[in-house]
Nanobody, 126 residues
């Protein structure tokens, strides 16, 4: 089992930055890929960014590329999402997720992730 707890969300104005954190416990954190997803009201959950188990490979969706950066600290069992130049359309509940099996390839479909946090709300006002 893996437990994931997100933090760092909030209400901010457009143009500012936020950093989300996701603390993991349970199975060996450093052996599985991690992803961030978001879901706005009335919309399907969408891929935001992912990082490989080693931290050496990252991917970001086109909608956030150049503004958001995913990273991880395996010594702290934590994955981060640095969000810069926030826009109102970034408003959503943000979830971190863990993908098993260990040492696999990064996937982008939320249905393929096995463990999820409870989510943290990010609201960007114009």
């Amino acid at each position: 089992q893996v437990q994931l707890v997100e933090s760092g969300g909030g209400l901010v104005q457009a143009g500012v930055s936020l950093r989300l954190s996701c603390a993991a416990s349970g199975r060996t954190f450093s052996s599985y890929n991690m992803g961030w997803f978001r879901q706005a009201p009335g919309k399907e959950r969408e891929f935001v960014a992912a990082v490989s188990w080693s931290g050496g490979t990252t991917y970001a969706s086109d909608s956030v590329k150049g503004r958001f950066t995913i990273s991880r600290d395996n010594a702290k069992n934590t994955v981060y999402l640095q969000m810069n130049s926030l826009k109102p359309e970034d408003t959503a509940v943000y979830y971190c997720a863990a993908d098993f099996p260990p040492f696999g390839s990064i996937v982008y479909n939320w249905r393929q992730y096995d463990y999820w946090g409870q989510g943290t709300q990010v609201t960007v006002s114009s």
